[in-house]
């Protein structure tokens, strides 16, 4: 399926699932979405400070592993996905090294009637996982997507 | 893990006050934002130009928080985020953050709070809100 395609709520099929391409998460990842976000928390940003730390290194800033996952998922599911609109649950189960892989997997795992009859909402389940596959990041995506015009 | 920084006071778990309201100053979501963050994040680009990546807002309080009197907390860890999206923003809309903390609990090792955190735009409306849960350190022992 092509992420161009025009889908509308009638057309996504429940269950079906998603793997986006890896990723590595660079140093320079890092320093840019520190600069970019204004959050310069020394679990980012400070070498030496995270060597006496339980991580021994910067670490990834936890948001911004969300929003590589949300570009990597982009790169394999169809338009409708980009805006969340409707909601977001995220639970950030362990680190992201500078240098680890990450991964993304997917699933529709539900579709709802919207407040707004022409709208239904569609829910994703989402895991980041890395290299050794232990899920660092988990969560739920909502996502408000148009009805086939009657 | 206690990390002791030189030089910059710091909130501790202990020093987490419940309920009292907290407002950053404000930032002007450019086009400039928007590009480096398709640029970080490898989100393509909406096809209104002057649309707001969903994330962004988000991404951006985080540094807010950073710009206020108080001293920072010591965030050892985010351990989750549950977020509503209300209204979307556009290029040259000005964003800013209004939090305060409604729960912690004490943990083995420092202690979990919980923040209500809302993005207002520069008419005062909330753009989007939630509850992030945050894992903060003790004061270590002198």
Redesign the interface.
Known sequence: MS?QEALYFEDIPLGEEYTAPG?TVTEA?IV??A?????????HTDAE?MK???FGERIA????G???Q???L??VMPAWM???????????RGPIRIGDTIRVQARITGKKDASKLQWGIVSVERKVLNQRGEVVQE?ETEHMVERRPA | MAPVLPGQRQWYFEDVEMGVPLETPGITVTEAHITLFAGVTGQGRDRDPDAVPDLLPLCLSSGLGWRVPQPPLVVLAFMGLEWQYLKPLRVGDTIRSRSRIVAKRPMKEGGVVIEERSIVNQDGESVQSGRLTLLVARRPVP
């Open positions: 992420a990723r990842d840019l979405f600069g970019l976000s204004g959050d310069y928390n020394v679990l400070h006496s730390s339980q800033h936890g948001l911004l969300l929003s590589i949300q570009g990597l982009g790169r980009n805006p969340l609109l409707a909601g977001l649950k995220w639970k950030f969560g």
